[in-house]
């Protein structure tokens, strides 16, 4: 990777598309196990020595990622013992997996464009 400019901190373009890749990988959570989690630790791993950019965007989505995880976690526990309000849990289980690919993409334009990126709703898990 680039060493960062410090005259201007501006973000070089590998470091925003590292930053990009950080969020965008997490959609392999729709096909690997907790490859929302996988995806951006393996991006972040790469990325976080070279460049305070990467290591920002990277620490951003594993945050929202782990909030979310443990998020569908508790409401599959909740499913078991609620009964017949399942289907109010079914249907902010979906809000909750719209909201996330919605901040995903939001995210991953921000870092792309050199932006800082931060997700609402998302636990500090990483500082």
Do not use: C
């Not at 979310?68 to 309000?85: A, E, V």
């Amino acid at each position: 990777m680039n060493e960062p400019n410090p005259v201007t901190d501006v973000p070089t373009q590998d470091e925003r598309t590292w930053g990009m890749l950080a969020h965008l990988t997490a959609f392999s959570g729709f096909l690997i196990p907790f490859g929302n989690i996988i995806g951006p630790v393996i991006v972040w791993m790469s990325g976080k020595a070279d460049s305070s950019f990467v290591d920002e965007h990277g620490k951003a989505s594993l945050n929202f990622q782990i909030s979310l995880t443990l998020f569908f976690l508790l409401s599959l526990i909740l499913g078991f013992f609620l009964g017949p309000l399942v289907i109010i849990l079914i249907m902010v289980f979906g809000i909750a997996v719209l909201y996330g690919i919605v901040m995903i993409i939001v995210n991953s334009v921000k870092a792309h464009n050199g932006e800082d990126g931060e997700y609402a709703l998302s636990n500090r898990f990483l500082s």
